[in-house]
Antibody, heavy 121, light 110 residues
């Protein structure tokens, strides 16, 4: 069964750090781009970071310089290192597998159940 | 602000047809993918590419695109279709990893 399982969420003080993990199983992890997507309570989905199969990364402005996405193919694992956390980073964080199709099209076909990050003093 | 624009809320009578739209410049070049999310659950892919459904998604869900607008149509809406729906596509950065979500549409089945 293809599966993604996030872990590492919790309560952290503003300015603190947290490292999220996403364990992949049931597919060849190294062959897929992977993304992190978050959702604050009552809000919409927000893309947080992406990593390609070659290890290239990309971030939106809201987290660039504070968050770092990485992958360890030998362990079928995806990570998100979050530093300088703010109250606005409070959300459920999902990892998602990306299928890249023709002409640059893509879709996120597998999602984890998410892990909750709360930034509060 | 989101580069993909969706109506915040749409309603449909049980058994009727509803279309949920998503507008954005990137949709002139790329297809949108659509995700259904029910309360307390992770998003689920329902439409991708020109008009493709993953295994297990009912055929009452379909997708289309014209110009800068992508649409998700539910033909014969069921009570279990009540959910939030999000579109997603490439962003305007030119980076092959850059993506953006629409703000989401809350679908109510009356």
């Amino acid at each position: 069964e293809v599966q993604l399982v996030e872990s590492g969420g919790g309560l952290v003080q503003p300015g603190g750090s947290l490292r999220l993990s996403c364990a992949a199983s049931g597919f060849t992890f190294s062959s897929y781009d992977m993304h992190w997507v978050r959702q604050a309570t009552g809000k919409g989905l927000e893309w947080v970071s992406a990593i390609g199969t070659a290890g290239d990364t990309y971030y939106p402005g809201s987290v660039k310089g504070r968050f770092t996405i990485s992958r360890e193919n030998a362990k079928n694992s995806l990570y998100l290192q979050m530093n300088s956390l703010r109250a606005g980073d409070t959300a459920v964080y999902y990892c998602a597998r990306v299928v890249v199709a023709a002409k640059g099209n893509y879709y996120m076909d597998v999602w984890g159940k998410g892990t909750t990050v709360t930034v509060s003093s | 602000s989101s580069e993909l624009t969706q109506d915040p809320a749409v309603s449909v009578a049980l058994g009727q047809t509803v279309r949920i739209t998503c507008q954005g410049d990137s949709l002139r070049s790329y297809y949108a993918s659509w995700y259904q999310q029910k309360p307390g659950q992770a998003p689920v892919l329902v439409i991708y590419g020109k008009n493709n459904r993953p295994s297990g998604i009912p055929d009452r869900f379909s997708g289309s695109s014209s110009g800068n607008t992508a649409s998700l149509t539910i033909t014969g809406a069921q009570a279990e279709d009540e959910a939030d729906y999000y579109c997603n596509s490439r962003d305007s950065s030119g980076n092959h990893l850059g993506v953006v979500f629409g703000g989401g549409t809350k679908l109510t089945v009356l």
